[in-house]
């Protein structure tokens, strides 16, 4: 029995612009209908990732393939298969929801009733039937990205590229758009990968990959790199937390420092241990500490620390 291909597989990838290393050797392999996140800050390599799986942009090095394709070799046989959502929107403000969405079936070499076909099922899904003869440029953000969404899966493709599909958008448009993806994956069966630096967003993913400076630092199931990570976070804040961190690092040990907060590592399940460290902290640092409070951790902190 042929075993069958992984949706995507990487293998040392590198792409290079003149001197700059935008990704170093990255290796990963996505199972179809999983739900996969790249992960990572602004400029990490994530969007020049995403471009080389749907052949926008070539490798300098290394093996790339899509349900068994050469990307290399058969660009446009890879295009075929996949769908793309960009972070800036791919839509004319000017059309209708409707002539939007049918001009890229068009482009994707779809029959007309196809399309009709197509269209009336996604922006149903989406929650959008009622727009469809809107301008785009009427629609609120959240409803533009719905609409990018049915874009980019129109032809029904079998791997989904989602590049920062929540960016700038306020949280109920956030919570929304996230509401119409899991619809999607559910109905069509498609695996997507996605790209955020919301990192709280990734914690549905079956499985991340978190990349910095082009390299690989991380990579698992969300749940379990959280479990094993065994802390939980203990936050402090101060107008003074540059002036106040030596002191709280001698009390409590190595962390880190973002704007008017640190934040710090504290074990698991030892409560009574914790109470006295708040307590103690408060007594100490009162005159100078606006709060002190204790959290679950998360992706964000476990990529923060893996990079600290």
Known sequence: MTEKPFAIELTDVTKRYADILATDSISFRVKETEFFGLLGP????????????????KPTEGELRILGIDVKKQPVEVRKI?????QDSALDRQLTVRENLIFAGMLHGLKKDLIEKRL????????LEDKKDKPVGSLSGGQRRGVDIARGVIHQPRILFL???????DVSARVRIWRFIHKLRKSDGITIVL???YLEEAESCDNVC??????????????????EFDS?????????????????????GEGRVDFKTAY????????????????????????RVTRVSIRPINLNDVFLWVNT
């Not at 996949?82 to 960009?86: A, E, M, Y």
């Not at 590049?163 to 958008?169: A, R």
């Not at 409560?271 to 007594?283: A, G, M, R």
């Open 42 to 57: 602004n400029g990490a390599g994530k969007t020049t990732t995403i471009n080389m799986m749907a052949s926008i942009l």
């Open 195 to 197: 790209t955020t630096h």
């Open 264 to 287: 710090f590592k504290v074990a698991k399940n030892k409560e009574i241990f914790v109470s006295q460290k708040i307590d103690q902290i408060k007594n100490e640092f009162s005159s």
């Open 210 to 227: 978190f990349i910095d400076k082009g390299k690989i630092v991380l990579a698992g199931k969300p749940d379990i790199l959280i479990k």
């Open 232 to 252: 939980e976070i203990l936050e402090i804040e101060s107008s003074d937390i540059d002036g106040l961190y030596p002191s709280l690092k001698a009390f409590l």
């Open 120 to 127: 009336i099922e996604l922006l149903t899904l989406f929650g």
């Open 163 to 169: 590049d920062e599909p929540t960016i700038g958008l």
């Open 82 to 86: 996949i769908g793309l959502v960009f």
